[in-house]
């Protein structure tokens, strides 16, 4: 499918599809000279109206809009409109547009013209071909006029190089007649008059060369009041004085109308050189080359953490599209981030003005005067201007052109909202480099036989953090000490130092590069900034932002998103924030310099009770009958379900580890309430190997702190996380000593939980002696306290378990039943689970599989809601070793497929039967 706007507006297919209404071709040219861009209603509504739209306009532009689609549906190529936000897009997918194929071909020619002038002649005569008239030749919108109008100036500009072309090829005999039409049909435009005078002269039609001279000159003179331009007077003088015009190559000139003392000069060429080293961003320079495909020349802010290789790209990028801006290629330093004060937009504008050959003597002072001074000479020119290091949008908003035909790069360490709002302008963002992008980088920077050592390169590239400006400064000063090895340069970043290690003689180096983003905050983002460095979390969140500073949390969630802005911190999912590494170890030095060790450790506290709380509210809301941290308090956080405290918990852990052994030496209680309190957690969640570790830390902490609960409640833990990993002697000893302390404190309720849960682990392992007495035990001391259904539930369950284990199978049914019946209707589904799930194998045992399914089925429902992998996998594995006994086959490799997956995450013993039963289920 085809879409035309160089002419009237159309769709073709075939034959040229229907379009009724004049408003539906406006839209649709609306959406053509955006395609592939939102359109705001707004926008549409302008297009449609222009002024004073009904107060319908909204609902009739979804009219229009229902009738395109309905116009496209089935079509070959698929063109859609999609809604998006408050506005819609034109996806062209397949279909063709002829202004892109116009403005390509152009491009392509441009790009072989002084190489292949004859293949560059043919491509533009193809462009040219696509035109049936004037743009949008049926449309009237006075919004869409300028557009057309642009259209229209780059056909002509496109016509008067293609006929220029043919007469350096010496074709003057076969277009003469051809200039001399252009000329007549627009009798004030400058270029075809002087290539049509050249064309005759070289015809040896002198006298009507001299003649068409004087009636050009006639013409300009009547409806201006101004003469010639010096390129034309020139040739003029040349035809008088007989010069031989075969010789004469005419002068390659700007389409525009522009001061003659400007075209006596060359166009500016101002981009710093490209490095010979440039590689990766392969995804960004596809993105910045989309940019191009249109009528609008791109405005593009490139933006990023510091050191990401922004003006790099910029100015690489630059060089590859130069040729499509024959007009000029202009470079701002605006200073952005220097030590000194950045460059107003006031210099920038006499800097660029001075450029573009406007005498210093004339230029206005006023900043508004010289703003549009500025759009004044860069219209209708094709300009490349790259705007290097800007500070915000107040020192970029003045230096934009208003032509449609000059490209805008800019370079900030921030993004530019105001520019994407106002301008339309395009942000595109750098983030350090992948791993292969890395190892390329440093491989070119080492051409000797260090840099095919890629294992060590890329743990090289890990140090640096992918970070452009950190890499290159690493490889640069390897290349320069040639005898220092890979494993050298290793040691030296993975020490404290590492930033020293990142700079050469004559270049400030990383830090310096890091220090210009940091002080361009204000003081208590800074502050902030640093803090957040100190703390010992892998991400953060407002909340946690908020403890670390002291802050209220509208303020802090206002600060993490300013430092995102800047690129100083990572926006993460889920409103979480991070840190570069190298950003962080910059800004734990700034902390140490500025704040000292008394202030890093009154935030430490904040932060570590901060989440002490945290964890003693999900806790809470998981095992509400084991309080850790306080057991009389009433926690000042909370959790309205146990499935939002398990997720709280899943996102915070790795950050609550750091933070108890960051508590180990200076807080120990703390350290071992933050271990203890992830208990409900870990028996359905997390690597129980790292765990562990954490526990031995924490242990000893207890120990140092000579806190029997502690100690208590972290043996508790050890145990649990021994016997999910099958080490059935380690968690033993451990539940023991658990019960031992409990006892001595008087924690009898504490201890009969403890007896509860190691009875299961004895009946796990078969262990039917051990775990008669444990049972008989619990049993001596459970009429001392109050009635607690859940716990005397798990006891009765446990001896139901003992019956069945020893093939009693009538005398297991009471416990097990009686059990079922205190857990009813108390909301205690993890016990009542488990109860099912006994009473399913019970059945199973007795041969009454009907029974024994509904049991299994009833235990699946009431862990279809709870996010408890261990509890899922039980279930799971028990209805699929049913299934593969009683089929179907299918639904039983589903549940034990289920089981090995949620039991994997866990590093649980159940993995091993769920994966023999599959195996035992054969291929699907």
Same mark, same amino acid.
């Given at each position: 499918?085809?879409?035309?706007?160089?002419?009237?507006?159309?769709?073709?297919?075939?034959?040229?599809?229907? @379009?009724?209404?004049?408003?539906?071709?406006?839209?649709?040219?609306?959406f053509?000279?955006?395609?592939?861009?939102?359109?705001?209603?707004?926008?549409?509504?302008?297009?449609l109206?222009?002024?004073?739209?009904?107060?319908?306009?909204?609902?009739?532009?979804?009219?229009?809009?229902s009738?395109?689609?309905q116009?496209f549906?089935?079509?070959?190529?698929?063109?859609?409109?999609?809604?998006?936000? !408050?506005?819609?897009?034109?996806?062209?997918?397949?279909?063709?547009?002829?202004?892109?194929?116009?403005? +390509?071909?152009?491009?392509?020619?441009?790009?072989?013209?002084?190489?292949?002038?004859?293949?560059?002649?043919?491509l533009?005569?193809?462009?040219?071909?696509?035109?049936r008239g004037? +743009?949008?030749?049926?449309?009237?919108?006075?919004?869409?006029?300028?557009?057309?109008?642009?259209? #229209?100036?780059?056909? @002509?500009?496109?016509?008067?190089e293609?006929l220029?072309l043919e007469?350096?090829?010496?074709?003057?005999?076969?277009?003469?007649?051809?200039l001399?039409?252009?000329?007549?049909?627009?009798?004030?435009?400058?270029?075809?008059?002087e290539?049509?005078?050249?064309?005759?002269g070289?015809?040896?039609?002198?006298?009507?060369?001299l %003649?068409?001279?004087?009636?050009?000159?006639?013409?300009?003179?009547?409806?201006?009041?101004?003469?010639?331009g010096?390129?034309?007077?020139?040739?003029?003088?040349?035809?008088?004085?007989?010069?031989?015009p075969?010789?004469?190559?005419?002068?390659?000139?700007?389409?525009?109308?522009?001061?003659?003392?400007s075209?006596?000069?060359?166009?500016?060429?101002?981009?710093?050189?490209?490095?010979?080293?440039?590689?990766?961003?392969a995804?960004?320079?596809?993105?910045?080359?989309?940019l191009?495909?249109?009528?609008h020349?791109?405005?593009?802010?490139?933006?990023?953490?510091?050191?990401?290789?922004?003006?790099?790209?910029?100015?690489?990028?630059?060089?590859?599209?130069?040729?499509?801006?024959?007009?000029?290629?202009?470079?701002?330093?605006?200073?952005?981030?220097?030590?000194?004060?950045?460059?107003d937009?006031?210099?920038?504008?006499?800097?660029?003005?001075?450029s573009?050959?406007?005498?210093?003597?004339?230029?206005?002072?006023?900043?508004?005067? *010289?703003?549009?001074?500025?759009?004044?000479?860069?219209?209708?020119?094709?300009? @490349?201007?790259?705007?290097?290091?800007? %500070?915000?949008?107040?020192?970029?908003?003045?230096?934009?052109?208003?032509?449609p035909?000059?490209?805008?790069i800019?370079?900030?360490?921030? #993004?530019?909202?105001?520019?994407?709002?106002?301008?339309?302008?395009?942000?595109?963002?750098?983030?350090?480099?992948? %791993?292969?992008?890395?190892?390329n980088?440093?491989?070119?920077?080492?051409p000797?036989?260090?840099?095919?050592?890629?294992?060590?390169?890329?743990?090289?590239?890990?140090?640096?953090?992918?970070?452009?400006?950190?890499?290159?400064?690493?490889?640069e000063?390897?290349?320069?000490?040639?005898?220092?090895?890979?494993?050298?340069a290793?040691?030296?970043?993975?020490?404290?130092?590492?930033?020293?290690?990142?700079?050469?003689?004559?270049?400030?180096?990383?830090?310096?590069?890091?220090?210009?983003s940091?002080?361009?905050?204000?003081?208590?983002?800074?502050?902030?900034?640093?803090?957040?460095?100190?703390?010992?979390?892998?991400?953060?969140?407002?909340?946690?932002?908020?403890?670390?500073a002291?802050l209220?949390?509208p303020?802090?969630?206002?600060?993490?998103?300013?430092?995102?802005? !800047?690129?100083?911190?990572?926006?993460?999912?889920?409103?979480?924030?991070?840190?570069?590494?190298?950003?962080?170890?910059?800004?734990?030095?700034?902390?140490?310099?500025? #704040?000292?060790?008394?202030?890093?450790?009154?935030?430490?506290?904040?932060?570590?009770?901060?989440?002490?709380?945290?964890?003693?509210?999900?806790?809470?809301?998981?095992?509400?009958?084991?309080?850790?941290?306080?057991?009389?308090?009433?926690p000042?956080?909370?959790?309205?379900?146990?499935?939002?405290?398990?997720?709280?918990?899943?996102?915070?852990?790795?950050?609550?580890?750091?933070?108890?052994?960051?508590?180990?030496?200076?807080?120990?209680?703390?350290?071992?309430?933050?271990?203890?309190?992830?208990h409900?957690?870990?028996a359905?969640?997390?690597?129980?190997?790292?765990w562990?570790?954490?526990?031995?830390?924490?242990?000893?902490?207890?120990?140092?702190?000579?806190?029997?609960?502690?100690?208590?409640?972290?043996?508790?833990?050890?145990a649990?996380?021994?016997?999910?990993?099958?080490?059935?002697?380690?968690?033993?000893?451990?539940?023991?000593? +658990?019960?031992?302390? +409990?006892?001595?404190?008087?924690?009898?309720?504490?201890?009969l939980?403890?007896?509860?849960?190691?009875?299961?682990?004895?009946?796990?392992?078969?262990?039917?002696?051990?775990?008669?007495?444990?049972?008989a035990?619990?049993?001596?001391?459970l009429?001392?306290?109050?009635?607690?259904?859940?716990?005397?539930?798990?006891?009765?369950?446990h001896?139901g378990?003992?019956?069945?284990?020893?093939?009693?199978?009538?005398?297991?049914?009471?416990?097990?039943h009686?059990?079922?019946?205190?857990?009813?209707?108390?909301?205690? #589904?993890?016990?009542?689970s488990?109860?099912?799930?006994?009473?399913?194998?019970?059945?199973?045992?007795?041969?009454?599989?009907? *029974?024994?399914?509904?049991?299994?089925?009833?235990a699946?429902?009431?862990?279809?809601?709870?996010?408890?992998?261990?509890?899922?996998?039980?279930?799971?594995?028990?209805?699929?070793?049913?299934?593969?006994?009683?089929?179907?086959?299918e639904?039983?490799?589903e549940?034990?497929?289920?089981?090995?997956?949620?039991s994997?995450?866990?590093?649980?013993?159940?993995?091993?039967?769920?994966?023999?039963?599959?195996?035992s289920l054969?291929?699907?």
């Amino acid at each position: 499918m085809e879409f035309r706007i160089l002419g009237s507006v159309e769709a073709v297919e075939d034959d040229r599809i229907e @379009l009724r209404g004049r408003r539906t071709r406006t839209a649709l040219a609306a959406f053509l000279l955006d395609a592939e861009r939102v359109v705001p209603i707004s926008q549409l509504v302008d297009a449609l109206w222009d002024e004073s739209p009904p107060p319908t306009s909204t609902r009739q532009v979804q009219h229009c809009i229902s009738v395109l689609r309905q116009a496209f549906k089935g079509r070959r190529g698929q063109p859609r409109i999609l809604t998006e936000g !408050t506005g819609y897009r034109l996806s062209l997918d397949g279909a063709t547009l002829d202004s892109r194929e116009f403005l +390509a071909l152009a491009g392509q020619a441009r790009s072989v013209a002084e190489a292949e002038p004859a293949r560059a002649v043919e491509l533009m005569r193809r462009a040219l071909e696509l035109w049936r008239g004037r +743009a949008l030749a049926d449309v009237s919108s006075p919004s869409l006029a300028h557009r057309a109008t642009y259209l #229209d100036e780059q056909r @002509l500009v496109v016509w008067e190089e293609c006929l220029e072309l043919e007469l350096q090829l010496g074709r003057h005999e076969s277009v003469v007649s051809e200039l001399i039409a252009l000329s007549a049909a627009h009798p004030l435009r400058e270029r075809p008059a002087e290539l049509a005078m050249t064309a005759l002269g070289r015809c040896g039609r002198r006298a009507e060369a001299l %003649s068409f001279y004087q009636g050009f000159r006639a013409h300009l003179v009547d409806e201006m009041g101004i003469d010639p331009g010096s390129r034309m007077q020139a040739l003029h003088q040349s035809l008088l004085r007989g010069d031989d015009p075969s010789s004469a190559r005419p002068a390659a000139a700007p389409v525009r109308q522009t001061p003659a003392s400007s075209r006596l000069t060359p166009p500016p060429a101002e981009l710093p050189a490209d490095i010979s080293t440039f590689t990766g961003r392969a995804a960004e320079l596809a993105t910045l080359d989309r940019l191009l495909v249109g009528p609008h020349a791109p405005v593009v802010n490139i933006n990023g953490i510091a050191g990401s290789g922004k003006t790099t790209l910029a100015v690489h990028w630059a060089h590859g599209i130069a040729s499509r801006f024959p007009d000029g290629l202009l470079h701002v330093n605006l200073r952005g981030h220097d030590p000194g004060p950045a460059l107003d937009a006031t210099a920038a504008l006499s800097q660029l003005l001075r450029s573009l050959g406007v005498p210093p003597a004339v230029l206005p002072t006023h900043p508004d005067e *010289l703003a549009g001074r500025f759009r004044t000479v860069t219209a209708s020119r094709r300009l @490349l201007i790259l705007l290097d290091d800007a %500070s915000d949008d107040a020192q970029i908003l003045p230096l934009l052109p208003g032509s449609p035909g000059c490209a805008v790069i800019i370079t900030s360490r921030g #993004d530019l909202p105001a520019l994407s709002a106002r301008t339309d302008g395009t942000q595109v963002t750098l983030g350090p480099f992948d %791993s292969t992008e890395s190892v390329n980088l440093l491989r070119l920077l080492l051409p000797d036989e260090r840099g095919r050592d890629e294992d060590r390169l890329r743990r090289l590239s890990e140090l640096c953090g992918g970070l452009p400006v950190a890499l290159r400064l690493t490889g640069e000063r390897l290349r320069r000490r040639s005898k220092v090895s890979l494993e050298t340069a290793i040691q030296e970043l993975t020490g404290p130092d590492r930033l020293d290690h990142m700079r050469l003689p004559g270049d400030p180096g990383v830090r310096a590069t890091f220090d210009a983003s940091y002080r361009a905050q204000p003081m208590w983002l800074r502050g902030l900034w640093r803090s957040l460095a100190i703390a010992p979390l892998d991400t953060f969140t407002v909340e946690a932002a908020a403890a670390l500073a002291d802050l209220d949390e509208p303020d802090a969630r206002s600060g993490l998103e300013q430092l995102a802005a !800047t690129h100083l911190l990572e926006a993460l999912e889920n409103g979480r924030y991070g840190f570069h590494e190298l950003l962080r170890i910059y800004a734990a030095e700034r902390h140490e310099e500025e #704040d000292g060790p008394a202030m890093a450790q009154l935030t430490i506290d904040r932060l570590l009770d901060w989440m002490a709380v945290g964890v003693d509210a999900a806790h809470r809301r998981l095992r509400p009958e084991h309080p850790v941290i306080d057991p009389e308090r009433t926690p000042a956080g909370s959790f309205e379900h146990a499935k939002q405290a398990l997720e709280w918990l899943d996102a915070e852990a790795v950050n609550i580890a750091r933070c108890a052994r960051q508590a180990a030496e200076h807080r120990p209680r703390r350290c071992w309430q933050l271990a203890a309190g992830m208990h409900g957690w870990l028996a359905v969640r997390g690597n129980r190997r790292e765990w562990i570790a954490l526990y031995r830390v924490a242990l000893d902490a207890a120990r140092r702190s000579g806190d029997l609960r502690g100690q208590r409640l972290i043996h508790h833990g050890l145990a649990v996380a021994h016997s999910s990993l099958d080490q059935y002697a380690k968690a033993r000893t451990s539940f023991r000593v +658990a019960i031992s302390l +409990a006892t001595a404190t008087g924690q009898s309720h504490d201890a009969l939980w403890t007896y509860a849960i190691l009875t299961g682990l004895e009946l796990e392992h078969e262990r039917y002696d051990d775990a008669a007495q444990t049972v008989a035990e619990a049993l001596r001391i459970l009429p001392t306290g109050p009635r607690r259904p859940q716990l005397e539930a798990t006891l009765l369950r446990h001896q139901g378990e003992l019956h069945l284990r020893a093939g009693r199978f009538e005398a297991a049914l009471a416990p097990l039943h009686q059990a079922r019946t205190l857990l009813t209707g108390i909301g205690a #589904d993890l016990c009542r689970s488990y109860v099912e799930i006994a009473l399913g194998q019970l059945h199973e045992a007795r041969e009454e599989p009907h *029974l024994a399914r509904r049991h299994y089925l009833q235990a699946l429902r009431l862990v279809h809601t709870r996010n408890d992998n261990r509890l899922i996998a039980s279930a799971r594995l028990r209805m699929g070793a049913f299934l593969a006994k009683h089929g179907p086959a299918e639904e039983a490799r589903e549940h034990l497929m289920i089981a090995a997956e949620k039991s994997r995450l866990l590093d649980d013993t159940q993995t091993a039967e769920a994966q023999r039963l599959l195996a035992s289920l054969g291929r699907p």
